[in-house]
């Protein structure tokens, strides 16, 4: 499974988009890139996953490189309650892959 | 509502001690997966299994036994051989063991040694 790096934390505006930056330099051709996000003391939540095309859905956009060597995750109108842990990660598919969790990055979205 | 549901929420527990989670969902998942989380740490996977009757070690298996008798039932036991087993415990499922991770998680149990 490829590494990602994300930096620690980062905070946003109430109201103004969220841009989750996140590195994956060695992920090969198979491997997905996935983005979860854990609010203080729940379980994480899966928010959306791509390959090589950007993908939007009700939750957020995911925006990945032409050379998939990095993805940013857009909250595109961040609220308090997306005050959280986004974890990036990632993995292929297939009986053999298993999702394991990083720090992730903290994001906190002041009033 | 489909979903997990973990229990007990929050479990005390003296050292030497053997207890059990439970963790049961209604999504008709063949997987299911048991992660432990400590303190401003990720998740790390301790057991896994794909499908009924069949389970596997994940990273930190040590000191831990699962069962999966039941496709909606996959409990973890910590037994006194765990170390330090204080901890937040959770468990997920997603539809089968071999398509995309979108894994849906339980609310956690919080497990505290005495």
């Known amino acids: 499974d490829a590494k990602t790096t994300q930096p620690p934390s980062m905070d946003c505006a109430e109201g103004r988009a969220a841009n989750l930056p996140c590195n994956h330099s060695?992920?090969?051709?198979?491997?997905?890139v996935y983005w979860y996000r854990q609010i203080h003391s729940q379980g994480p939540q899966y928010i959306i996953h791509?390959?090589?095309n950007n993908e939007t859905n009700e939750m957020a956009s995911l925006i990945i490189t032409e050379d998939r060597k990095s993805s940013t995750l857009i909250l595109p109108h961040a609220t308090l309650r997306d005050t959280a842990v986004y974890y990036c990660i990632a993995l292929g598919h297939g009986a053999n892959s298993k999702l394991t969790f990083g720090k992730g990055i903290t994001l906190s979205v002041r009033p | 509502d489909g979903g997990i549901t973990q229990s007990p929420k929050y479990l005390f527990r003296k050292e030497g001690q053997n207890v059990t989670l439970s963790c049961e969902q209604n999504?008709?998942?063949?997987?299911m997966y048991w992660y432990r989380q400590d303190p401003g740490q990720g998740l790390r996977l301790i057991y896994y299994s794909q499908i009924v009757n069949d389970f596997q070690k994940g990273d930190i298996a040590e000191g831990y036994s699962v069962s999966r008798e039941k496709k909606e039932s996959f409990p973890l036991t910590v037994t006194s051989a765990q170390k330090n087993p204080t901890a937040f415990y959770l468990c997920?499922?997603?539809?089968?063991?071999?398509?995309?991770?979108?894994?849906?998680f339980g609310a956690g149990s919080r497990l505290t040694v005495l």
């Open positions: 791509g390959l090589k």
């Open positions: 997920a499922s997603k539809v089968d063991g071999s398509g995309a991770n979108v894994l849906t």
């Open positions: 999504l008709n998942h063949d997987a």
């Open positions: 060695t992920i090969s051709g198979n491997e997905y």
